[in-house]
């Protein structure tokens, strides 16, 4: 029969066990394991164009697991990349984002938008978007291109950051070239709300944001914070209604260094 000395000693290993185990999950594991999740929204099985979404990235400097990401990226041979805003909140760190964006093949277009951290840090946008051409990257702030995939056209529209900057997806659509394939770009995913009551009888496919993290920190489904912008929004798909949205949990933290509940990801999709 165990005695209670050893009853307590048992209880204690277990706690400072469990202990343990959290702060490996949210100071590591979450942060550093990235979730590489996969979806095909495509309407043909020929022509697909292949997305993947970078967002948050918060660079402080290059890692380890940054450069996993840009080998894996490589390894996948991605049409396109977008990187749904806040990169960076310093311009200072714009030096290590050009070191992880020089480890990815320059042949494959980018387009990238602001985040409100790129205004709440008063980073220098004329040295970020030098820095991104250089990288075969285009800044989007309320603007849009069209590019040319396999014999098909699509168009990326990127918003300037709801929060932070001027959202304006109005200026964003002017000269718009129609084409089989539209994508919308918007750090924050409140911001779908008055896109869906402003884009007229435009076709959307998709709609691509970040910002919330996922939440950083959840319990048991339970999202203590969300930052502003994020209205109703969390993370995933929302197919509720037109244009559908997704949601990235992104890859860095913001205010704490931490993640619970809510993995660092990264998105694929074919569409």
Known sequence: MMTNFTRRKFIKRSVLASIGFVLLDAFWYE?????W????????????????????????????????????????????IV??????????KIKALNEFL?????????????GNWEYWGHVDLTKLKNTYFKNNCDLLINENRTTS???????????????????????????????????????????????????????????????????????????PFKPQGSGKYLKGWYKESEPKMYISKGIGTSILPIRFGARAEMVEIDI
């Open 31 to 35: 942060k550093y394991v990235i979730d």
């Open 37 to 80: 999740n996969y979806f095909d929204i495509s309407k043909s099985d020929k022509n697909k164009i292949k997305i993947i979404q970078i967002s948050d990235l918060h660079f402080e400097q290059l890692k380890y697991f940054h450069k996993s990401i840009a080998k894996k990226i490589n390894a996948k041979k991605p049409d396109l």
């Open 83 to 92: 990187i749904t805003g806040d990169s960076v909140d310093e311009t200072e």
């Open 102 to 114: 020089q480890l990815i093949d320059n042949s494959i277009k980018k387009y990238a938008i602001t």
């Open 149 to 223: 995939i396999r014999d098909r056209e699509i168009s990326i529209i990127g918003i300037d950051d709801y929060i932070g900057g001027n959202a304006d997806f109005e200026k964003a659509i002017e000269k718009l070239k129609q084409a089989e394939t539209t994508i919308v770009l918007s750090h924050c995913p409140e911001h779908r709300d008055i896109i869906t009551k402003q884009k007229g009888h435009l076709n959307i496919d998709l709609v691509l944001s970040g910002h919330t993290h996922g939440g950083q920190i959840t319990f048991l489904g339970i999202v």
